[in-house]
C-alpha cells in the first residue's frame, strides 16, 4: 500500500501524500437525510500516476457495515 511508500503498481518509491487530500471533505450519502462529510488522505506515485486515497475519519462511516454490499 501507498502508506508503506512505496507504490503497490510499478514499485517506485516516488510517492506523495496530502492530508485532506484533493478536496478538503466530500459528501458520503448513508440513506434518507443522512449524510456524511468525509476527509481523505490522498496518495499519488508521481512514477505512473497511481492514485490511492482514504478516508481519514473512517470511525465516522461505520454504519456502511449494515447498507454496503460486504466484498467477500
Ligand atoms: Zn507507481
Redesign the pocket.
Known amino acids: 500500500m501507498m502508506k508503506s511508500g512505496r ?1 503497490p ?2 514499485s ?1 518509491d516516488n510517492v506523495y501524500m496530502r492530508k485532506d487530500g484533493l478536496q478538503e471533505s466530500f459528501t458520503i450519502v448513508l440513506g434518507f437525510a443522512n449524510t456524511k462529510q468525509a476527509r481523505t488522505d490522498d496518495y499519488i ?1 508521481l ?2 500516476g ?1 492514485f490511492e486515497r482514504y478516508i481519514e475519519n473512517i470511525s465516522d462511516f461505520q454504519d456502511i457495515a449494515g447498507k454496503w454490499n460486504k466484498v467477500r
Open positions: 507504490c503498481k510499478c517506485s506515485c512514477n505512473c497511481y
